[in-house]
């Protein structure tokens, strides 16, 4: 597992942050497409049989399709950094980071003005803990001072 230091995790999170958005914005656009052919088969259903233009049918679900490989490609291209991303929708994501001989977790939720928090693997978002001079003292990371 890739670690990262306060600093490194705090240089790459414009990156991230903008891996993040293409990401929402991929998931979001395949949500409108899905939303459509969603409602096409209710419409279906509800009349019982309706004429339908399959050819943009077709078109739909190669958008979709897209849209989603996207998605999945920019979370890939985040995960490769060695970033975690834990919630999509909120924009949570996680640093791994080592402090003393164990492994933690840098957090930052999107609309944050930075890496401010961190919490243990088994701690999640809600353990969520305020990076202090104690921690970076244990993971030999700068003072905001210096």
């Given at each position: 597992?890739?670690?990262f230091?306060?600093?490194?995790?705090?240089a790459?999170l414009?990156?991230?942050?903008?891996?993040?958005v293409?990401?929402?914005?991929?998931?979001?656009?395949?949500?409108?497409?899905e939303?459509?052919?969603?409602?096409?088969?209710?419409?279906?259903h509800?009349s019982?049989?309706?004429?339908?233009?399959?050819?943009m049918?077709?078109?739909?679900?190669?958008?979709?399709?897209?849209?989603?490989?996207?998605?999945?490609?920019?979370?890939?291209?985040?995960?490769?950094?060695?970033?975690?991303?834990?919630?999509?929708?909120?924009?949570?994501?996680?640093?791994?980071?080592?402090?003393?001989?164990?492994?933690?977790?840098?957090?930052?939720?999107?609309?944050?003005?930075?890496?401010?928090?961190?919490?243990?693997?088994?701690?999640?978002?809600?353990?969520?803990?305020?990076?202090?001079?104690?921690?970076r003292?244990?993971?030999?990371?700068?003072?905001?001072?210096?």
């Amino acid at each position: 597992m890739k670690t990262f230091t306060l600093d490194e995790a705090q240089a790459l999170l414009p990156v991230v942050e903008a891996l993040l958005v293409r990401a929402t914005e991929a998931r979001d656009e395949a949500g409108k497409v899905e939303n459509a052919l969603q409602e096409l088969n209710r419409r279906i259903h509800l009349s019982g049989g309706i004429r339908v233009d399959v050819g943009m049918v077709a078109r739909q679900r190669t958008e979709l399709e897209a849209h989603m490989e996207r998605m999945r490609e920019t979370l890939a291209e985040i995960d490769e950094i060695g970033v975690q991303v834990k919630d999509l929708e909120k924009g949570l994501i996680d640093f791994p980071c080592k402090m003393e001989e164990q492994i933690v977790l840098l957090c930052w939720k999107r609309g944050e003005p930075a890496i401010e928090f961190w919490h243990s693997l088994d701690g999640g978002f809600s353990g969520r803990q305020a990076i202090d001079e104690p921690f970076r003292k244990r993971t030999n990371s700068k003072s905001r001072l210096n």
